[in-house]
Each structure stands twice: as structure tokens, then as C-alpha cells.
């Protein structure tokens, strides 16, 4: 009697139009393929709902994953996101060809691989949506710089010069509306009519770009994290909402060097072989990981060693007081500040410009030492025996009487001192 095969893994190669599934066992031997169409969406919910519940189905980390593991997730099924690349160097370290089935094929395998080396983060609805907003504003500022400099160039191939800091400032447009409305100026009517359209655009953009910024800045005054992200020196209302938005949650970077290495900051060594005098040689930052992280760690280091006396300690100490290495010295400043937000996020706590000492340090030592003179905690009392002089003896031989004396915070008395308490001692004893 034939024993009925259980499901145990699902592999999804989602592309544009369509998407192949691969069903395996617990053993890694094919169920069942299929092909599902993207054009119908209520079919491909139906299809995905007759899938038993609860089955992990691994995705690749494409472009159009997140809505897939959407729909997953709404009917049911475990969503997995794996790495392309790492995917992409088993796929060639085992010398199998690229086909849609054997990716599906593969995705599925992946699933009795331990440890999963081969997954990464899934992000949540809500951080995409983060994410989305935040790439909608960097467009439109790359729109923006180059309108600019079209501007500039229209201006420059026509001759005309101008003496302005800003020339997109107030005095500056003042200046463009002059150049285009005026017959002062010799620009013929194309090149004015290029203007007009160029600065047309440019309004429209930076007002779309302004409507987001109000967005930004409403969004990181109503989350705790963002709004102590912004106690960084640097971290200004847009960078802050960067960071929360690629980030996504803490709890996924056991430390801060993983967060680092995800912000491409941290360094990474390429040595091979016996040990070399001078500079060291293969050190590099990481090449894999969110590069609008590394932007935003190093556009807030510019800052921050104007404003912060200790990142630019550390800015200094890197590029030998800002004379050789500038952009070595950025990053190195870039890390320090990303390992810090790290704790911030971590602990939940605002920045401070000195750090707290660690638990057993001689600065904390000192700290509890200072705080207890302040507190002016008396010392334990002191006390000694004395012997009390017996009937008949001289009381001046005698140094020892029967009692308690206490010496307050004093340090003990030598023989003279005993010998002045003891005739004390005594004479209130008569």
C-alpha cells in the first residue's frame, strides 16, 4: 500500500506576470508543480487558499515579493524570505542550471537547510509602507537637483552670470522671474521658455517634496524611537525617519555590530597571509546590506562633528585633526553614531554627550563615591575594651577599664589618648 506524501515545503519564483510553485516532502522529493497567473487576482487567491494552512512557503528576495507575501499571509500559509544572492552561490556551487522550475525547486529544499543561512528579514506591511513614502522623497529630490542644474546649465550657455549665493533662495528667484519676464537680459525666446518650464517644475516638485517633509516630521513626533533617534547629534527630523524606516525593529541585530554591518559601517578584513608593515591593506566596509542606511549614518556624521566635541574627537583621531582621510574619518564617525543609536533604540533612552560608565568601572567607582559624600553617610563606630582598675592599684598604671568607648568617625587614639579617657573613665565612676 502506497504511503501518501505530506506536505512540507513550498518554493515560490514569483516573477512579473507569473509565479511557478513547487510543493516537497519532508525528504526534499516533489509533490506537484504549478503555474500561477498573476492577471487574475481572485484566482490566485482561491488557488492559494486551497494550499494546506500553515505550510512555509519560501520566497526570493526579488523585486514584487511584498505583495505576494501579502497574499500569502491572508490565506494562511507561513511566508519565508530567502537571500537571491546567497541563493544565486548554491545554486552554482551545486552547478544547476537556471530555469523557473528548478529555482522553485531549490526554494522549496531550502526549507530542511539548518541553520537557515539562507533567510532574511520578511519586512511587515507597515515598515514597507515607511519605506515606500521615503523613496517617493528621494526621487523627487533627485528630480529636483536636476532641474537645478539644468537651470544652471541654461544659464551658462547663454552667458548670463550672476553673483548670488543661493540662486534658489528668495533674492535668487527673484533674479530667475527678472531673467524670464524681463528685456534686460539677453536670452533669447527659447532659452526663456526653457526657464519657465524648468522653474514651473521645480515648484511643483519641491511643494510635493514639502507635503512629505510635514509627513516625515508627523510621523517621528508620534514614535518614541524617532523622536530619540533625533537626540543624536546630526540626526535631523529626515534622517531619523530613514533610519526607523529601514531599520524596520530592533530586535532582529543581536548587538550593534550587526547593525553596522546591515549600514554597511562596519569593517571588514581581507587579509591573507604573513602580517605586513605600514597600513594595514584589505580593509573595506561592507558592500552588502541598505545603502540609504550608510547614507544617512554619514550625512549625519557631517553634522555631527560640528555639534558633538566627542564625534569630533573621533573624526580627529581618524584623519590626524581633519588633514588626511576625510571620508575614512565620516565613516568611522558614521559607525560610532550607529552603534550609540543602537543602544538608544535598545534601552529606550535619549542621548548624552557623556557616557554613563559601565557597571564595575573606577568612573563609577568614583560616582558612588562622590554621591555618598554628598549624602554624608556617617562611618560605623569604632570601640575598644577597657579594663576597669581593681581595688588597691594605682589608677595611673591602669590604662584599661570595663566598657564600650566609641570614637565616633575619628581614627582610634594612640596610648596618651587611652590613657586621657581612661582617668575620664574613672573620675566619672567616683
Same mark, same amino acid.
Given at each position: 500500500?502506497? $504511503?501518501?506524501?505530506?506536505? !512540507? ?7 512579473? /506576470? ?21 492577471? /487574475? ?6 488557488? #492559494? ?47 544547476? !542550471?537556471?530555469? /523557473? ?28 509602507? #515607511? ?16 532641474? $537645478? ?82 537626540? #543624536? ?53 561592507? $558592500? ?7 547614507? !544617512? ?39 560610532? #553614531? ?7 533604540? $535598545? ?66 587614639? /594612640? ?16
Amino acid at each position: 500500500m502506497k $504511503k501518501e506524501k505530506v506536505l !512540507a515545503s513550498i518554493g515560490l519564483d514569483c516573477h512579473r /506576470n507569473f509565479s511557478t510553485a513547487c510543493g516537497c516532502d519532508a525528504t526534499m522529493n516533489v509533490i506537484w508543480r504549478r503555474r500561477l497567473s498573476h492577471s /487574475n487576482r481572485e484566482a490566485l487567491r482561491k488557488e #492559494l487558499g486551497s494550499w494546506p494552512r500553515g505550510t512555509p512557503v519560501i520566497l526570493e528576495g526579488t523585486f514584487g515579493w511584498g505583495w505576494m507575501s501579502d497574499e500569502l499571509r491572508l490565506a494562511g500559509l507561513d511566508p519565508h524570505l530567502s537571500s537571491g544572492r546567497k541563493v544565486a552561490g548554491w545554486r552554482k556551487a551545486r552547478g544547476m !542550471a537556471k530555469t /523557473n522550475k528548478r529555482d522553485a525547486t531549490l526554494l522549496a529544499e531550502l526549507w530542511g537547510q539548518s541553520p537557515r543561512w539562507w533567510e532574511v528579514w520578511c519586512a511587515p506591511p507597515e515598515v514597507r509602507d #515607511l519605506r515606500e513614502l521615503l523613496r517617493v522623497r528621494m526621487s523627487l529630490v533627485q528630480i529636483q537637483t536636476r532641474l $537645478k542644474n539644468q537651470i544652471h546649465a541654461t544659464l551658462h550657455r547663454h552667458g548670463l552670470w550672476h553673483d548670488l549665493s543661493d540662486l534658489f533662495g528668495r533674492q535668487g528667484r527673484r533674479w530667475l522671474s527678472a531673467v524670464v519676464d524681463g528685456e534686460d537680459f539677453p536670452l533669447r525666446e527659447a532659452a526663456r521658455q526653457t526657464l519657465a518650464n524648468h522653474l514651473g517644475l521645480l515648484d511643483e516638485v519641491r511643494r510635493r517634496i514639502a507635503v512629505l517633509t510635514r509627513q516625515f516630521r508627523s510621523t517621528v513626533r508620534q514614535d518614541p524611537t524617532a523622536r530619540r533617534l533625533t537626540t #543624536l547629534p546630526g540626526v535631523s527630523t529626515i534622517l531619523g525617519y530613514t533610519i526607523l524606516a529601514e531599520v524596520g525593529t530592533i530586535e532582529r541585530f543581536p548587538s550593534g555590530r550587526e547593525l553596522s554591518s546591515y549600514s554597511l559601517l562596519a569593517p571588514i578584513c581581507n587579509d591573507s597571509g604573513d602580517e605586513q608593515e605600514g597600513d594595514p591593506v584589505g580593509r573595506y566596509v561592507g $558592500k552588502v546590506g541598505r545603502r540609504t542606511l550608510k547614507w !544617512a549614518w554619514i550625512q549625519a556624521a557631517h553634522s555631527a562633528i560640528r555639534k558633538s566635541p566627542r564625534m569630533k574627537d573621533v573624526f580627529e583621531r581618524y584623519t590626524g585633526g581633519g588633514k588626511h582621510d576625510r571620508n575614512r574619518g565620516f565613516i568611522a564617525v558614521g559607525h560610532q #553614531l550607529c552603534l550609540i543609536g543602537y543602544v538608544l533604540w $535598545k534601552k529606550q533612552i535619549n542621548y548624552q554627550e557623556t557616557p554613563p560608565p559601565r557597571p564595575g568601572s573606577e568612573r563609577r567607582r568614583q560616582k558612588e563615591a562622590e554621591a555618598l559624600k554628598k549624602k554624608r553617610i556617617p562611618r560605623p563606630m569604632r570601640t575598644m575594651n577597657i579594663q576597669q582598675e581593681k581595688p588597691g592599684e594605682d589608677p595611673d598604671k591602669n590604662h584599661q577599664v570595663d566598657g564600650l568607648l566609641s570614637f565616633g568617625n575619628g581614627p582610634a587614639p /594612640n596610648r596618651y589618648g587611652r590613657e586621657c579617657l581612661a582617668k575620664e573613665i574613672r573620675q566619672t565612676n567616683v
